[in-house]
């Protein structure tokens, strides 16, 4: 199992390379997206001003204090606690962000289904694993919310955050059909007929 | 006999010597708006001590990981005064009233919203409740009956208190209800807890509390299982029967291997905690709500000697 740090933004080589069970740290930039943002982006035709290609986004809407503009801040905002949700619902999402918009990894947590697997495989991209609800200790990978787009969908908008060491994270799934969700679930099905059987209600 | 009620005719009783604890509304919006910060920012002592037992008996290696960066968290958030995570939730407040105690109800619900949406603008909180329809955030925390608001009536002499949960979407979408009938027996309510478990995986953000509903009408029944989901870790059903079920349950989710975040292991819940509730005849209803690893609470209680903040 391999650690990878990653530059961000990155080339498809560079996410091919990623595999299920490796761990990854991002450095410089990420992205945030959520339901919204994507509903929007996808459903209602909007367009963002960033270019996302060879980037990663991260599932999340944060926890922000307004602040005033600066040479470096452009989005007025300073993060009070960022922290990822569920990936699930968004995963309609994961080949149009991949084709339209050129995102090679996705970060979340929960997993992603089946459709989002083959996305990885075709167009080359990644699932990486948070550990969700540890927003606190993911708050202080995050220097500054640098920029901001779509902010009337705030606090579901699309940011711009620069990052150190943000990670480590696990690769949960790759670009070669691997994902620990679907062998969690798969060991998880197999064991329900022995554990029904303990409980009488087989 | 009489059913109207006439001044000078209530027994004397020593209860009545007492003066009745008065709770003002301006104390209720102070209380409200604390325990939602207070709660998003300090996890429950029982639920540190779960994550402790959680990691002492976990055998694979990615799980230890994951609960390790869990309880990392933990640290990080009190030592940064920061929220544990970023979810601030649908706000919920189960209010006790107990006896000999003097409050307007109407100013306690009214107060109870302005302290919601007083933490959400001044701490600042980020607001996660929206319209249903048009999803518009008014970023108070608030809209049409929300914060819920549940109230109860309890025995204890001079006491209210109020319980703030800031209940987490992730696993609150794992909310499951069936309408089992008779003859599938308390074995189909058993299947279906197992199944629901592994449906929702990952993505309630295990290690939970797995809160089950046995019983009642289908709404009574999925407010037990978030009775259940928001219980004390440690605490059991009252139910023999229900306590029975629990420990089942619990060795039974704990068997599947889904783990902490879904990615493998034996901590998958804390605890199965399960409520009950007489039912008809013809019914069988079960239900499952999920409190996800961010298992928060913060209560105050109002008695004649003052306010005591906790869990």
Known sequence: MAHHVLHMPITEDQVRALR??????????????????????????RRTKFDLRGHAVIHTAPNLRKVERSGTNHSGYEAVCVGTTTSDRMERFTRPLMEREGVRIIIGKGGLRE???????????????????????????????????????????????????????????????????????????????????????? | MTLMTKPGVLPQGARDAMPPLRVEPEAIEE??????????????DDIKEGFARLDAAETDTTARTILATMIENIGVAERMDNLLCQDTGIPIFNVSIGRNVQVDGW?????????????????????S????????????????????????????????????????????????????????GVAAVKRFVVDRVIQAGGKVCPPTIV???????????????????????????????????????????????????GLGGDSTAFAVHVETAATHITMNPVAVNIQCHSARRASATFTPAGIAIGF
């Open chain 1, 20 to 45: 299920a069970g490796d761990t990854v740290t991002l450095e410089e930039i990420l992205f945030g997206i959520r339901d919204a943002t994507q509903i929007h982006m996808f459903d209602h035709g």
């Open chain 1, 115 to 202: 459709g989002s697997l083959q996305a990885f495989q075709d167009l080359g991209g990644a699932y990486l694993a948070v550990v969700g609800g540890a927003a606190a200790l993911e708050t202080t990978w995050i220097e500054a919310v640098e920029d901001v787009d779509l902010d009337d969908l705030n606090p579901e908008s699309l940011y711009k955050f620069r990052i150190r060491g943000f990670g480590p994270l696990l690769v949960a799934m790759d670009a070669h059909g691997g994902s620990l969700y679907a062998t969690v679930n798969a060991e998880a099905t197999k064991r329900r007929q022995a554990v029904l059987e303990k409980l009488g209600a087989a």
């Open chain 2, 31 to 44: 209380a409200a708006k604390l325990l939602y910060i207070r709660a998003c920012k300090i996890l429950p």
């Open chain 2, 107 to 127: 100013a306690l619900k009214e107060a109870i919203g302005k302290g919601t949406a007083r933490a959400t603008r001044e701490h600042p909180l980020r607001s």
């Open chain 2, 129 to 184: 409740v929206v319209h249903p329809i048009t999803r518009r955030n008014e970023h108070t925390s608030c809209g049409e009956r929300v914060p819920v608001i549940n109230i109860d009536f309890t025995d204890a002499d001079r006491e209210l208190r109020i319980e703030m949960i800031p209940k987490g979407s992730g696993s609150e979408n794992g909310s499951f209800l069936q309408m089992l009938i008779p003859a599938d």
């Open chain 2, 211 to 261: 809160g089950v509903g046995v019983g009642g009408t289908s709404d009574l029944c999925m407010h037990l299982a978030k009775i259940a989901a928001t219980r004390p870790l440690g605490t059991r059903c009252a139910d023999a029967e229900g306590a029975k079920l629990e420990a089942e349950l619990s060795e039974a989710v704990n068997s599947l291997g889904i783990g902490p975040q």
